[in-house]
């Protein structure tokens, strides 16, 4: 026996507290957005026209989408439709904002200066609790051949 399936039945479901799991990305992701000083993100805004969405949680749209491999505005744009995770990055809006607007953003030259600052303050918060160590630094694989043997490598 199967159940009885209907896709045009009306149901009222309503979860106003959802909240990812404890231990999911966009946590540190809204965490390290939101501890950016908000006189850096404030920017010139036209008195005419739409109000601009808030520079955080475009920002939180981008490095969570990054985060999934997602790089395409037109993605992004249907992650923040369909996806609930973004859903809860945004503070569930109504308006989830057009491609062209997250194109926008992200080739603004204000939003490279912001991410420059975003990776400085990562990686202080990230030396502070002493999950990175900052005595040596590694860019690539390059082998260096010693002075003590033909086949000894540092």
Do not use: C
């Not at 109000?51 to 992650?79: C, N």
């Not at 939003?111 to 609790?129: A, E, N, P, V, W």
């Amino acid at each position: 026996m199967q159940m009885n399936y209907t896709n045009n039945q009306t149901t009222l479901k309503l979860e106003l507290d959802w909240e990812p799991e404890e231990h999911h990305i966009a946590w540190a992701i809204s965490t390290l957005v939101d501890s950016i000083p908000t006189g850096d993100l404030e920017a010139e805004s036209s008195w005419t026209g739409r109000p601009e969405y808030p520079v955080k949680m475009l920002l939180k749209m981008l490095l969570f989408s990054y985060s999934r491999s997602v790089f395409s505005g037109r993605k992004i744009a249907e992650m923040g439709d369909e996806n609930l995770v973004m859903r809860w990055l945004m503070g569930n809006i109504v308006t989830v904002p057009s491609y062209r607007t997250i194109n926008r953003f992200r080739v603004h030259p204000r939003t490279k200066t912001l991410i420059k600052r975003l990776y400085s303050l990562f990686r202080t918060q990230l030396t502070s609790l002493g999950l990175i160590d900052d005595s040596a630094l590694y860019i690539d694989g390059t082998k260096l051949a010693a002075n003590a043997n033909k086949y000894t490598f540092v």
